[in-house]
T-cell receptor, first 113, second 113 residues
Framework: SAVISQKPSRDICQRGTSLTIQCQVD?????MFWYRQQPGQSLTLIAT?????????ESGFVIDKFPISRPNLTFSTLTVSNMSPEDSSIYLC??????????FGQGTRLTVV | QKEVEQNSGPLSVPEGAIASLNCTYSDRGSQSFFWYRQYSGKSPELIMF????GDKEDGRFTAQLNKASQYVSLLIRDSQPSDSATYLC?????????????FGTGTRLQVTL
């Protein structure tokens, strides 16, 4: 299984600011995925990040709000821009292992005040 | 119609009993099926995956897949209080690493003493 390190684990941010979340995988992976999980809800995919190309965003998510970088096969970042309280959530990065199964980082608990 | 459906629960079972968690999916072309366990405040942890019709056993866990009925289930034998968590069913259209997972809303399991 892939080991995924995500940081920060939590943060409290002022509205209008931005936060960048980092995700490091211990092996090279083709695709990385960013999810949001709001309290008591399931996981919602924000975007898929492929190395060397622009991320593919799901309906309801846009690059200006959630810019993603994928500079190499082991690393990705997600930025939550111009934050509002509605962005308070848990953000999770994910990568696929040898097969089709996906593994998750520890998550980032974001609170916007 | 939701793509992946689960009963939100809570499903309450006594310690030592069998817990049966169910999931249905709408995309008949789905090929890969996963069960994740998520403790409160933690990220999802992969516990089982299954690709072929039938049963797959791993310790106290058995995944069952019926593609004709578009149904996948997870049985937990000899349930323990430590099994109390939310169980997420996830479905992928292919068997490779590139395609994204679609998650159900999860079933909360409570194992009582």
């Amino acid at each position: 299984s892939a080991v995924i390190s995500q940081k920060p684990s939590r943060d409290i941010c002022q509205r209008g600011t931005s936060l960048t979340i980092q995700c490091q995988v211990d092996s090279q992976v083709t695709m990385m995925f960013w999810y949001r999980q709001q309290p008591g809800q399931s996981l919602t995919l924000i975007a898929t990040a492929n190395q060397g190309s622009e991320a593919t965003y799901e309906s309801g998510f846009v690059i200006d709000k959630f810019p993603i970088s994928r500079p190499n096969l082991t690393f990705s970042t997600l930025t939550v821009s111009n934050m509002s309280p509605e962005d308070s959530s848990i953000y999770l990065c994910s990568a696929a292992g040898q097969g089709a199964e996906a593994f998750f980082g520890q998550g980032t608990r974001l609170t916007v005040v | 119609q939701k793509e992946v459906e689960q009963n939100s629960g809570p499903l309450s079972v006594p310690e030592g009993a069998i817990a049966s968690l169910n999931c249905t999916y709408s995309d008949r072309g789905s090929q890969s099926f996963f069960w994740y366990r998520q403790y409160s405040g933690k990220s999802p942890e992969l516990i089982m995956f299954i690709y072929s019709n039938g049963d797959k056993e791993d310790g106290r866990f058995t995944a069952q897949l019926n593609k004709a009925s578009q149904y996948v289930s997870l049985l937990i034998r000899d349930s323990q209080p430590s099994d109390s968590a939310t169980y997420l069913c996830a479905v992928k259209p292919g068997t490779g690493t590139a395609s994204k997972l679609t998650f159900g809303t999860g079933t909360r399991l409570q194992v009582t003493l």
